[in-house]
């Protein structure tokens, strides 16, 4: 049901979540770079590490009932990216899955500016139970285009320095870049995104994200 006009309006960090799913990721990898560095560059040692930190992070996520989904993903992307670097013997590989993500979300959510349907409205769409009328107010899906790009330079951003990192085969520098580009990077982006968000709006004189405006004209 539509919130009445005297809802507060949400902001983008209340809508995407909190900090701790950011800095769960990044613990594994830690792990694994700790594990790497402490056990004399062993490789069984470090995907030992990161393992055994996934699967604490994982269970205290379960038990205390928070995003078990993620959790679980979380636990699976570790355990592949271990079980990658395992079989090439390369322990840069392990980050290998992570760098590819980010290749693919920085294409996906290009792909969706390009398209007009930006992945910032989806998500935020779908926070607010708008469906698809997000979509067809022209100034709201512009606001959210104009924000979703700086998702993509993230990811962009993050290909870079993990590429770099991967081809040099520095092991530690993945693990620490890995924590320096996680949640400091998204609290820049969404409170970025958030800033332009609500600049194109103001501009438009639009009453804000919980009220979606048909178009009156062809956009």
């Known amino acids: 049901m539509e ?5 507060r309006e949400p ?3 209340e809508l995407l979540g909190g900090r701790s799913g950011a800095v769960d990721a990044t613990l594994p990898a830690l792990g694994f770079a700790a594990g790497w560095l402490l056990g004399g560059s062993e490789l069984t040692v470090a995907i030992a590490a990161a393992v055994g ?3 604490l992070v994982s269970a205290w996520r379960l038990l205390r009932r928070r995003q078990p989904r993620a959790a679980l993903l979380g636990l699976t992307g570790v355990l592949v990216g271990a079980l990658v670097a395992a079989r090439t013997g390369q322990a840069e590989d392990f980050f290998l899955v992570r ?4 290749v693919v979300s920085a294409l996906v959510w290009t792909v969706s500016v390009w398209v007009r349907r930006p992945l910032l409205g989806v998500v ?3 926070a607010l139970r708008q469906r698809g009328r997000w979509r067809r107010d022209p100034v709201l899906r512009r606001a959210y285009a104009a924000a979703s790009w700086w998702w993509v330079g993230t990811y962009v951003l993050r290909t870079v320095v993990f590429g770099a990192l991967w081809l040099s085969g520095s092991v530690v520098a993945l693990g620490l870049a890995q924590a320096v580009l996680s949640w400091p990077l998204v609290a820049a982006c969404v409170a970025l995104g958030w800033r332009t968000v609500r600049a194109r709006l103001a501009a438009a004189g639009h009453p804000g994200l919980r009220h979606p ?5 062809p956009s």
């Open 213 to 217: 405006q048909p178009a009156t004209v």
């Open 99 to 102: 760098l590819l993500s980010n």
């Open 3 to 7: 919130p009445g006009v005297g809802t």
């Open 53 to 55: 930190v996934a699967v």
């Open 11 to 13: 902001s983008l960090p």
């Open 124 to 126: 935020v769409g779908a």
